[in-house]
């Protein structure tokens, strides 16, 4: 909600007690102080640091690095705003692959790695109760020693929303790949905060990395409902 101030806050700028003055077009206002989420705000930290520190990392490579990720960023592709495939650099490339690897507790790769690709995980079981939220895959590769899981979701929604996969966003630290049931419900609930019954859906997206190239499977949507005391009585 915004106020208009009186003469007597001309020059006044900033936030204080839960106040911001703000100017928009010449007029001058003041406004409610937002406040971002804790938990969300601590991630992006997290992703604005590594790329700072990829971005320095690029500017130490020799001609002869450079050259051979752009050489290798010739046969990838990525995705515009539209989704339709473009072009990337080099630059991009080595972002994209060092991003994960980083994330997944490795160092960067100076020099491009050989890429293979990676299948995407398994199709995966999600219980979503008052007490519990687990994630277990039907199956797993015969090795993952160079795997890590990537879990993302949505803070819960109504009813009523069918297609939320796009607020899907990450919680958690990359996971050890296992055939066991995964409790993501400390992580879950401390950053989007538990589901209810008026809002008693939650949207996971997830996919495995490797960290030795830093290459991510394809993606891999599931959908939880959270489960009443009395449906799984009845069940």
């Not at 001058?28 to 930290?45: A, D, E, F, I, V």
């Not at 590594?50 to 490579?61: D, M, V, Y």
């Not at 692959?97 to 050989?114: D, E, H, K, M, V």
């Amino acid at each position: 909600m915004k106020y208009t101030p009186s003469i007597a806050f001309d020059e006044m700028s900033g936030s204080a007690k839960g106040v911001t003055a703000a100017k928009s077009r010449g007029r001058k206002y003041l406004r409610n102080r937002g406040y971002g989420g804790r938990s969300r705000t601590s991630y992006q930290s997290t992703v604005k640091s590594i790329f700072k520190e990829l971005g320095q990392s690029w500017r130490g490579l020799s001609s002869e690095q450079i050259l051979a990720w752009n050489n290798l960023a010739q046969s990838q592709a990525g995705r515009s705003v539209l989704g339709t495939s473009s072009k990337i650099s080099g630059l991009n490339l080595y972002q994209r692959l060092n991003f994960w690897i980083i994330r997944c507790g490795g160092t960067a790769l100076a020099n491009p790695p050989i890429l293979s690709g990676v299948e995407a995980p398994a199709q995966a079981t999600v219980v979503l109760s008052a007490t519990a939220f687990t994630f277990t895959l039907a199956s797993i590769p015969s090795s993952v020693s160079n795997l890590k899981l990537v879990i993302q979701a949505s803070a819960p929604q109504s009813g009523g929303i069918s297609n939320a996969f796009a607020k899907a966003s990450s919680f958690s630290e990359p996971m050890s790949v296992v055939s066991t049931a995964i409790s993501l419900k400390s992580d879950y609930d401390a950053k989007n905060g538990a589901p209810t019954s008026a809002a008693p859906k939650v949207f996971l997206r997830y996919f495995y990395v490797n960290t030795a190239t830093g290459e991510k499977s394809g993606d891999m949507l599931v959908e939880a409902r959270l489960t009443t005391t009395t449906q799984e009585e009845e069940d």
